[in-house]
């Protein structure tokens, strides 16, 4: 199998991965400022005016594909590096312990980012899809501005997706933790200095993303946000 | 000859094309001085006083320099025990009645020759593709101090210059991938002033080949660090990476 | 029978080499690329003439046993490589490291080739950091020097306690460089089993191809040998597994005389023998002599207390012990050449003051220097009455810092925390001055093959410097050989390449296939490690630190013994056309068992005591150099250089004359 040139080798494939996932990370932000603002439990003014900016703004609308683009690759060159690194080891150890040299987690990225692809996919399911494709309510006396808050309310009444959402956080978690300070050391960033920090600024970021995630569908299942 | 009794289960394969399984060889008589290849030779001298066929392993300075042992011990390249190849590995670490695992380097890169040895000339080649500084080996030279290098790089080069190709890098990837051995050539010679000149075309040729062996991809993981026999440092692959990176970009 | 003609050039010693170079003759680059030449081995030697004579035009095809060039047992070196640079100022110079090297060896070296070695050390320098070789250096970025084997110059290169390694992947990287162009073809986990003799000279190699079990004919126009040095014919030694005398004992079956086979170098300070299951010796670095004092029990009943487990080390008094160097020799003290160090452990240990269970060990003791570099400490650190306590944990962090990675090494084989409780060490085979005789263009008596680095016999005399081996088999590969190998070339331009399908081919195929196809047959019962583990024993015990005609002969006899029995009942299991570690084991124990003969039967025509050979008989009986070595310069100042007849103990010898012009023949004397 040749791997070379641009797109093809090894390295260049790790710089994608990095590149994506970094992008990606940018993305997790404004999405998570965005849903925030649930938290002024104003019931859903806020969150549903800044939803309206974000679904109207050409600059946005635009970004989007280049979101979906760096999401596909992100997918795709994972997919292919996961199955390259299979068969780089076709006969498996009778016995093998991970656990002296490596934490699971780091190991697992193929496996937490298929779960992080059906979370999505649910995720998408739920609001994307409605919001972009077949359509939502909209807000009483405000034609032309959906009411994504309300959607939100309803999916997140019912137990078993708020179970699969806190899931899918859990996963974001695990893969944010290897993911974020990977991403550095596959751009060739690592510093005796500087390494550490960004190793506990990646755990800090992964902790505070997805907790305040998961936090959305637990807060609105117990009502603490109405 | 000591009093520990031990279980190994042992991969037996006759050759390369051979199926190959793990086998019972329950040895007695274990002293906890002995080295853990010591014990295997134990082993085989009673395999061979039977007229069995014994075990094969690559083995050969017994001091921990040649890279030649290989040998995946309970889970763990050159087994428990950091810093060390397998004949640094003595038999004090293990306990009477022990049942112990010893598997070849798995690796499509590394195919089995026999039993527990398998073929590294992968190295080689990537080596061959660029692993050098290419001045002649018979001319006129200049004065060894007429460059002087930094202590910090000279320490750092020689850092990664300890790797002694054993393959433990390769062996405990989750992803079998050799970048911890590409990288510490490309590192050592990066940082010295006679490896500059040609570090572009070295870090590409030297991924290609990388590349074209069937090794896996590097995602980090970092397990070869802590199996690297001569603690090779991770930072040295992503100094690999910044060097191709640059090349990559740079590239006419 | 022949006379030897060493080939040293006319005039001045310092012109000698220049002189020759300038009208030797040369082979012109179109006629090169019609020349192939084996190199057996790819160690320093051979790695570095490998890619030297590719770099230069020749077709090479390098061989090596291991599974890669890069694990020659070069690799092994720890402390550092010697040149003649004087970048310390001290005083040095091209002479002055020629005549240690003359007298390190105990005037038993040809003047001439060391004079070119000590030449063109500092080239080596210049050479390995061009490749990249990552040398220690100083703040400054300049090369760090160190003092080394009890000079009194600073003339030691090094890269940590891993020079061999770093100077063995420098060559290594320089023969991968004509790999990737082609100008070398590798083969690894090859062995050479025999040497093709064609009309008088060595025409090529038949090799066994180790992982199908394949008998190879490969044809050149010459043959380097770089096969390294034959100590493991004691069985234990710092060498590792696979070193043998093979390719060497081969070429001298076919001609090739061997020269001083019975100089040996017992290293002092090596990790004792632990039991009956050990595989192999393990150096200690000998800078650790610099600080460490070496001692045994004053009284005997002391000893016997250690070695039942009665007492330790440091229940022994202060006044109860016995730092022997120090007593023996008042002005080097523990700092005494390998050879003197290493006799002296011998003669305690053998009068029942050994400290280890086998009673074969000495103590290395670094607590006096713990203490005084912890009090140096607590002084730079301001520490006024630091407790006993305080004082040890000071010293022992300099010392860790010193030589941590050594007592880490220490501790992992033995178990015993070396901090706490004095080293136990031992004198162990390490290196072979001996080899096949070369002449000054390093070929040997057999026109065509040549012979570099441990493998001939050049060098070192009689007992050889530390930081000299790494020294000497770069010198032969990089800066020797791509000269004096152009001036045999130059007759072989329209030769031709060599056919492989002759009758000479043939014959040497066929003897390794019959040599093969006897053990495989063989219907033994005994592992090859049982013959070779008793061929060990006599060798160390008869013909190791010290020897004398009476054992020398009992020995020959029980080697003819064993090799005896080993043909009658060797086991060698498997087949022969696949990877057989035991087959090829059993090969290199049958070139050991006439090895040893041969070199037992050198030991004792050599009346007298010199560097590594130590005849008891010839001692000093009285004076201030009592039961010193006794060296005969009017009967013994020669190479001997033995021809094979048939057979290992009818060995025929040839003597060149060593002559000394420029270097004064006086006793070693360290007292």
Known sequence: ?226 | MGNMKLNLKIWRQAGPNDKGQMKDYPVSNVSEDMSFLEMLDVLNDDIVRKGEDPIAFDHDCREGICGSCSLFINGEAHGPGKGITTCQLHMRRFKDGDTIHVEPWRSAAFPVIKDLATNRGAFDRIQAAGGFVSVNTSGNLVDGNAVPIPKDDADKAFDAATCIGCGACVASCPNGSAMLFTAAKVSQLSLLPQGKPERKRRALAMVEQMDKEGFGNCSAIGACEVECPKNISLEHIARLNREYLAATVTKE | MSKLDSKIPPGPIDKKWTDHKGHIRIVAPANKRRIDIIVVGTGLAGGAAAASLAEMGYNVKAFCFQDSARRAHSIAAQGGINAAKNYQNDGDSTYRLFYDTVKGGDYRAREANVYRLAEVSANIIDQCVAQGVPFARDYGGLLDNRSFGGVQVSRTFYARGQTGQQLLLGAYSALMRQVGKGAVQMFDRHEMLDVVVVDGKARGIIARNLITGEIERHGAHAVLLCTGGYGNVFFLSTNAMGSNVTAAWKAHKRGAYFGNPCYTQIHPTCIPVSGTHQSKLTLMSESLRNDGRIWVPKNIEDAKAIRDGKKKGSDIAEGDRDYYLERRYPAFGNLVPRDVASRAAKERCDAGYGVNKTGEAVYLDFSAAIERYGKLEANVKKIENASQEQVRELGTSVVSEKYGNLFEMYENIVGEDPYKHAMKIYPAVHYTMGGLWVDYNLQTTVPGLFCLGEANFSDHGANRLGASALMQGLADGYFVIPYTVGDYLADDIRTGPIKTNTPEFDAAEKDVKDRINHFLNNKGTKPVDDFHRRLGKVMWDKCGMARNAQGLQEAIMEIRQIREEFYRDVRVPGKAGEFNQELEKAGRVADFLELGELMCVDALHRNESCGGHFREEFAETDGPQQGEAKRDDTNYAYVAAWEWMGDAGKANLHKEALEFNEVKLTQRSYK
């Not at chain 1, 104003?42 to 594909?65: K, Q, S």
């Not at chain 1, 309310?153 to 078993?160: G, K, L, S």
Request: charged content about 10%.
């Open chain 1, 1 to 226: 199998m040749a791997r070379t040139g641009l797109f093809g080798s090894s390295l260049v494939k790790k710089y994608w991965m990095a590149l994506t996932g970094l992008f990606l990370i940018s993305f997790l932000v404004v999405h998570a400022t965005v849903n925030a603002m649930i938290f002024f439990n104003d019931g859903g003014v806020t969150f549903n005016e800044a939803a309206h900016f974000m679904g109207t703004n050409p600059l946005i609308r635009a970004m989007e594909f280049v979101l979906f683009a760096g999401l596909i690759l992100h997918i795709v060159d994972g997919l292919i590096l996961w199955s390259q690194n299979r068969a780089a080891r076709p006969v498996k150890y009778a016995m093998e312990k991970g656990s002296a040299n490596r934490s699971w987690y780091s190991a697992s990225m193929g496996i937490l980012g298929t779960l992080l692809l059906l979370f999505l996919m649910l995720h998408l399911w739920h609001f994307w899809v409605k919001s972009r494709i077949t359509g939502l309510r909209e807000i009483e006396g405000m034609p032309g501005h959906d009411n994504l808050y309300i959607e939100m309310v309803e999916v997140f009444a019912h137990p078993v997706p708020v179970v699969l959402y806190v899931l899918g956080c859990f996963s974001l978690f695990w893969h944010l933790l290897h993911g974020f300070q990977s991403a550095f050391q596959s751009v060739g960033i690592n510093h005796k200095r500087y390494t550490p920090i960004i190793k506990m600024v990646g755990a800090g970021f992964s902790i505070v993303i997805s907790a305040l995630f998961a936090s959305m569908p637990v807060s609105m299942y117990l009502g603490w946000i109405k």
